[in-house]
């Protein structure tokens, strides 16, 4: 826990978050600024700057939100269409928010060609 971090307080349930799940490693919840129809943050509950920050011991956990990421889009309808997983890393990356998150962003309606 990062006491100014923001994502860190949602974990605690310190600021609102609309969870679509979680466990005792994982969380997901959707972004308060949607891209997408559909746009899901996954994280790890432990603060984790950014990828350039895992270590051997996170190889569980980014293990578990890619599969979480996978469960949440077939729930949400969006597996089948098809979907975005995305990392910012670091500013330049487009992070804004230093808690490691993946986006889970798809829904779209597609014209067939
Ligand atoms: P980044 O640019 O760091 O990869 O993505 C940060 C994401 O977090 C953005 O898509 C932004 O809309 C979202 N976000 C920022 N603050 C909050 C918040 O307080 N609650 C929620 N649900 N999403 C947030
Ligand atoms: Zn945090």
């Not at 005792?24 to 920050?53: C, E, G, M, W």
Request: proline residues 4%.
């Amino acid at each position: 826990m990062e006491k100014d971090c923001i994502f860190c307080q949602i974990i605690q349930g310190e600021k609102q978050g609309d969870f679509v799940y979680q466990d005792n490693s994982v969380v997901a919840f959707k972004d308060q600024n949607p891209q997408a129809p559909v746009h899901i943050l996954i994280l790890p509950k432990n603060h984790i700057r950014s990828i350039n920050d895992l270590s051997e011991n996170d190889r569980p956990v980014i293990s578990e939100m890619f599969l979480r990421a996978k469960e949440i889009a077939s729930e949400m309808g969006i597996a089948q269409s098809g979907y975005k997983l995305v990392f910012n890393v670091e500013r330049g990356g487009g992070q804004y928010v230093f808690h490691l998150h993946l986006h889970l962003i798809g829904g779209w309606q597609r014209k067939e060609s």
